[in-house]
């Protein structure tokens, strides 16, 4: 086995304990850093992101069950439109061509993160939610998911904290768990399509199996507000990166 790729392990567990830990998708991050830092192909960067994410969710959503924070009820009644939107997302990724998968990736970045902000801003204000409490969105999160790497965990948390009012760390469980089972599904295809990098999934996958325990310990007694805001930050910052790289190379 080649250790080309070592340092992937050390940033994997960094990545996931603060994603398990504030209810965000691993892929969010691991994507960019595959394609920006380790120049693969958009495509396959995504793919390899969400298989990686695959592993770090499964692993935080272990540790949830133990702390016994999950509401199924949620759980189920989103599922089946996530899973809806997953099979179109990934009819979507396997027709768009690179340069348009790089601007869809950075305009569904700055979306999450704009949605993330204006939770905290309408946390107490029911009614300005009451959009998201539709099927739709779990749709759409499903769709984003799948074509982009991006969009189960940031739509369906928001989604249960302030339109289902559930408690914060009861809507990171449950987006976490939302988002497992919605990977698992996204990479199987993509793993029969070919898409995945082994020798940086090997290290990657390792890194997040530790990250998603620490995580889901460390959420009770990390800020979230300051989390999240350093999050929403970073990832729309990602996010018009893409978006440039679109504009001036294709």
């Keep these: 086995m080649s250790f080309e790729y070592w340092y992937v392990f050390p940033f994997s567990i960094f990545v996931a304990t603060i994603c398990n830990a504030s209810g965000f998708s691993g892929a969010v991050l691991f994507q960019p850093f595959f394609y920006f830092v380790l120049q693969i192909p958009v495509s396959v960067s995504i793919a390899t992101g969400i298989a990686t994410e695959t592993i770090g969710m499964s692993s935080g959503t272990v540790r949830y069950a133990l702390m016994k924070v999950h509401d199924f009820k949620n759980y189920f009644t989103l599922l089946p439109w996530v899973i809806g939107g997953v099979l179109c997302g990934i009819i979507l990724f396997s027709k768009l061509s690179p340069a348009p998968m790089k601007a869809l990736v950075g305009v569904v970045m700055i979306k999450v993160a704009v949605i993330h902000l204006l939770g905290m801003k309408f946390k107490n204000h029911s009614s300005k939610w009451s959009r998201f409490i539709t099927s739709p969105i779990a749709f759409i999160a499903g769709l984003f998911s799948a074509s982009t790497g991006t969009g189960v965990a ?89 978006i440039y790289t679109f504009a001036y190379t294709g």
């Design 154 to 242: 940031e739509l369906t948390q928001p989604l249960s904290e302030h339109g289902l009012k559930m408690p914060t760390k009861r809507a990171n469980a449950n987006a976490i768990l939302l988002e497992a089972s919605a990977d698992w599904l996204i990479t199987v295809v993509n793993l029969s399509l070919g898409n995945l990098r082994w020798d940086i999934l090997v290290f990657s996958a390792s890194g997040v199996l530790i990250g998603g325990q620490f995580g889901a310990l460390l959420s009770p007694h990390i800020p979230e507000r300051i989390l999240k805001i350093v999050f929403c930050s970073a990832i729309t910052l990602i996010g018009l990166f893409y």
